[in-house]
């Protein structure tokens, strides 16, 4: 038993002999059978890259190959460090022969002749390439190739020109688009194309000095804010200059633009210009923008199939083209070739148009832009935020010069909201878009409802004036007022009756539109002469009588003064499209809802003093009743007539707008076509003296027929009587 654990504890203190002695070995050193020895630790990829690994006795250390340094020290390990390039040629640390130049490598370098030369005599020597011999037709037809150290020039010929690009082929240039047009182009415009034809004219010269692209791009901004402030551009004609000339001009200025972007902003114009040079056509996208639209196209269609060695896109926006004249402040013109296509018109009647945003001009080098196989996008900004309706829709149009009006052909809507419209277009030129406004169809019920009203209220209006006139227990200055009220009025009806859809011809539409201003204007002035006159009769110690030239003066003076000064300071204010009528452009509208807002408002004023006196005059010890429930009856009625007449124009607001409502437009044409039978009804059928003398006249017309026939009766009782008497009394006559 002691024998087993001896040898038991025997075999332990061995075995704890040996794992003390593998432990024994330092780090670097391996063991082996007769003991430890040195590990080499190169043997594996331990420094990495760009370097060598050094083995030591217990260790290691890394240095870097030639053409590199250590990060840290001179030797590392790969805690300490890694090894990076040395670039020879900055550190000028290797010197090349005379005209080569050093270029840099991975951990090396190389002595290499510049661009534009190669190596001769053994490679020691770099000797001038002579590009013009070895590459035929580099500068192309139009000019002659100049060898120049390194380098090469293409001297353009006289008329052609590379906008400075000595590198690039001659294109031919032409200035006559920069000659005067005609006499009726404003100064500014003829001084702008007077600069541009000089600095195309300089381009023509192969040695004529040039200008800055940028200060030829100044200058023409300056003068086109000149020109939009000034509003110069009242036609069409005018309007198709500027836009041609500033067309044409960044066709000249845009390839003499240096940097790849410019941007430039004045007073009235945003532009941005994107330019690309280079012996190799551009590639990708372009995008430009301004502070009203987007504009989206490729370099490969910038550049075109000819590709000259540059390529350039534009965008320019006209910041107060839209309200520099009247031309563009109501309704757009379109071309007549537009007009004639059934998209321009609807079975309600012929459409009309209005800007909904800023002009633009998108312009790139491709001189082949009137059937471009990639279509450009444009996204406008909307002036006015309105979402499409039944009345109204966006069009994407550009500006035809031969017509001299906005067109539609080439450009198609992509999408539309409230905000912006997304147009493409097959051709470049200046751009907008414009509302669509569809004219409210009027319904059978409403044309019924106008023409049945309207022949009531002449016939009542009729009625009206000849009982003024004729009905001599009324006679006075307030009989008079009513006469002349009515006689306005129908007048007015009648020609509203006749002539207010006269569309078709502009002079006789005019004409009725501003009859029917007159008769109108001229119906409230006999309105407000009525109020006076009742002021008179009650404040002013029942004076009753007023001056017919006064009368006359107030009742169709003042009324033919407002429709002359309208008539000068605006003539095409008469007549629209839709209704003979007052036109909507320029606030027109107000040369006739102005002064009728002045008329209701003295009015009333006369009305609440005359109703505050006849108060007063009640209460009074001795009121003469009579007199005063007679002019309190005037008053009523007369209050009621300016409510009828005052509160229809409240709804005739309405009425001529782009969308008013079914429900104004009812209440309108209700009012309007009721206004003679109101005036009859409360001027003579509750009149008690009027309608006195109507029972006089009735009698005496039904009198008139009894005793024609009571005579009738009798000469037929004697003539049966007195047979051959009345025979006889024929013969004599035949004989």
């Not at 990708?284 to 000259?308: K, M, Q, R």
């Not at 800007?355 to 080098?365: D, G, K």
């Not at 009324?474 to 007015?492: D, E, K, M």
Request: aromatic share 10%; net charge negative.
């Amino acid at each position: 038993m002691e024998l087993k654990w001896t040898l038991l504890v025997v075999l332990l203190l061995g075995l704890s002999l040996h794992t003390s002695g593998s432990s024994s070995c330092s780090i670097g050193y391996q063991e082996s059978k007769s003991g430890c020895h040195d590990e080499n630790e190169c043997e594996s990829n331990i420094c990495g890259n760009n370097s060598k690994c050094i083995n030591t006795v217990g260790s290691y250390y890394c240095n870097c190959n030639d053409g590199f340094r250590s990060t840290t020290t001179y030797n590392f390990t790969t805690i300490d460090g890694e090894c990076i390039d040395i670039n020879e040629c900055i550190e000028k640390t290797v010197e090349c022969s005379i005209g080569k130049v050093c270029v840099n490598s991975i951990g090396s370098h190389r002595c290499e002749c510049p661009y534009g030369y190669r190596e001769t005599r053994g490679d020691s020597e770099c000797t001038d390439i002579d590009e013009c011999k070895n590459q035929s037709g580099l500068c192309g037809l139009h000019a002659d190739c100049q060898n120049h150290p390194g380098s090469y020039i293409c001297k353009c010929h006289h008329g052609y020109s590379n906008y400075g690009n000595d590198q690039s082929k001659c294109i031919e240039i032409t200035c006559e688009q920069f000659e005067a047009e005609t006499q009726n182009t404003p100064e500014k415009l003829k001084s702008l194309r007077s600069l541009l034809m000089k600095s195309c004219e300089t381009l023509r010269d192969p040695d004529g000095d040039r200008n800055l692209g940028e200060v030829l791009l100044e200058n023409l901004f300056t003068s086109v804010d000149q020109l939009l402030s000034e509003g110069n551009l009242a036609d069409s004609d005018t309007l198709s200059q500027f836009l041609g000339t500033v067309e044409n001009s960044m066709h000249l200025i845009g390839p003499q633009l240096k940097e790849p972007v410019t941007r430039m902003e004045t007073h009235n114009t945003y532009a941005e210009v994107a330019v690309r040079q280079g012996k190799t056509p551009p590639t990708g996208s372009v995008i430009l923008s301004t502070d009203s639209a987007h504009f989206n196209t490729s370099w490969e269609t910038a550049a075109g199939e000819s590709y000259p060695g540059f390529a350039f896109a534009a965008l320019v926006s006209y910041k107060d083209l839209n309200t520099s004249s009247d031309y563009f402040s109501g309704i757009g013109r379109i071309s007549q070739e537009d007009e004639s296509s059934e998209r321009y018109y609807t079975k309600k009647g012929k459409v009309t148009y209005q800007l909904n945003s800023r002009v633009v001009t998108a312009v790139i080098s491709n001189p082949e832009t009137k059937q471009l196989t990639d279509p450009v996008t444009l996204v406008f900004k909307h002036v006015e935020e309105r979402a499409e309706s039944k009345v109204m829709n966006y069009s994407c149009v550009y500006w035809n010069e031969t017509h001299g009006a906005w067109s539609g052909r080439g450009c198609v809507r992509a999408w539309s909201n409230n905000t912006h419209t997304e147009c493409s277009c097959s051709h470049l030129s200046s751009f907008a878009v414009l509302m669509a406004l569809y004219p409210i169809k009027d319904t059978f019920a409403l044309v019924l409802i106008t023409r049945v009203g309207l022949v009531l209220s002449l016939v009542c209006l009729l009625l009206c004036i000849l009982t003024f006139r004729f009905c001599r227990s009324i006679q006075g200055t307030r009989n008079s007022i009513h006469l002349h009220l009515s006689v306005c009025l129908f007048i007015a009806d009648l020609v509203f009756l006749c002539g207010i859809s006269s569309t078709h011809n502009r002079g006789a539409c005019a004409f009725v539109a501003g009859l029917l201003h007159f008769f109108f204007l001229a119906a409230f002035c006999w309105m407000l002469l009525e109020g006076v006159q009742l002021y008179r009769m009650v404040v002013l110690v029942f004076q009753t009588t007023l001056k017919h030239l006064y009368l006359y003066a107030v009742g169709y003076g003042a009324p033919l003064v407002i429709v002359i000064i309208s008539a000068i300071a605006y003539p095409r204010g008469y007549g629209t499209e839709q209704h003979c009528w007052l036109s909507l452009e320029g606030d027109f509208i107000w040369s006739f809802f102005a002064p009728v807002c002045i008329i209701i408002i003295l009015n009333s004023f006369c009305f609440i003093i005359t109703v505050w006196k006849l108060a007063e005059k009640f209460s009074s010890l001795n009121p003469d009743l009579s007199k005063l429930r007679m002019i309190r009856g005037f008053t009523v009625t007369a209050v009621a007539q300016l409510c009828v007449l005052g509160g229809m124009w409240v709804f005739g607001c309405f009425l001529f707008q782009e969308e008013g409502t079914k429900f104004m437009l009812y209440l309108f044409t209700i009012l309007n076509s009721l206004q003679g039978a109101l005036i009859f009804f409360m001027h003579c059928i509750l009149s008690k003296t009027v309608r006195e003398e109507y029972y006089k006249l009735i009698g005496r017309v039904c009198s008139q027929k009894e005793k024609k026939y009571s005579e009738f009766s009798t000469n037929q009782s004697s003539n049966s009587q007195h047979p051959l008497r009345s025979d006889q009394t024929r013969r004599e006559s035949k004989i």
